[in-house]
């Protein structure tokens, strides 16, 4: 692997989100909850999150362990859905996993900033733990509505 594309890999934007994750919190009562782990290497993540009365997030609680690609990718994620419906969150979950896999979002976003981990395939799980324990949570949450 060529060192620009670690630089892309590590953009300080990641950095940043992993050394400092946002949204660390365990959320108390919260509507919609899950926990994913990759056997592989051991990365884990806890999510949590709390709705208004209109199905909007309005608190996100993401706990783990990981390296830096799930460590960002998770606090880049919650700051992303805050606000959001999980209609919404679904088609932001959808548009990232279509970016992992090498389809350009005609939206901007900071998300993009995680672009350059599709250069690294490997490194692609790391960045979608946190997305798929979202559907995870997304689906178990509809079921029991």
Not at 8 to 31: A, C, F, K, V
Not at 44 to 67: K, N, T
Not at 69 to 80: K, L, R
Request: net charge negative.
């Amino acid at each position: 692997m060529a060192l620009d594309d670690l630089d892309e890999l590590y953009r300080d934007s990641i950095l940043e989100h992993s050394r400092n994750p946002r949204h660390r919190e365990q959320i108390e009562d919260p509507d919609l909850t899950a926990v994913r782990a990759n056997r592989f290497c051991g990365d884990e993540v806890h999510l949590q999150i709390a709705l208004d009365d209109s199905g909007r997030i309005v608190r996100i609680g993401l706990q783990g362990v990981g390296c830096a690609i799930t460590q960002a990718s998770g606090s880049m994620m919650a700051d992303a859905l805050r606000g959001k419906t999980l209609g919404e969150a679904d088609e932001l979950s959808e548009a990232f996993r279509g970016m992992m896999q090498g389809r350009d979002n005609p939206v901007e976003s900071p998300l993009d900033a995680l672009a350059g981990v599709r250069q690294v395939p490997i490194r692609i799980k790391c960045a979608l733990l946190s997305w798929s324990t979202l559907d995870d949570g997304i689906k178990k949450h509809r079921k029991r509505k």
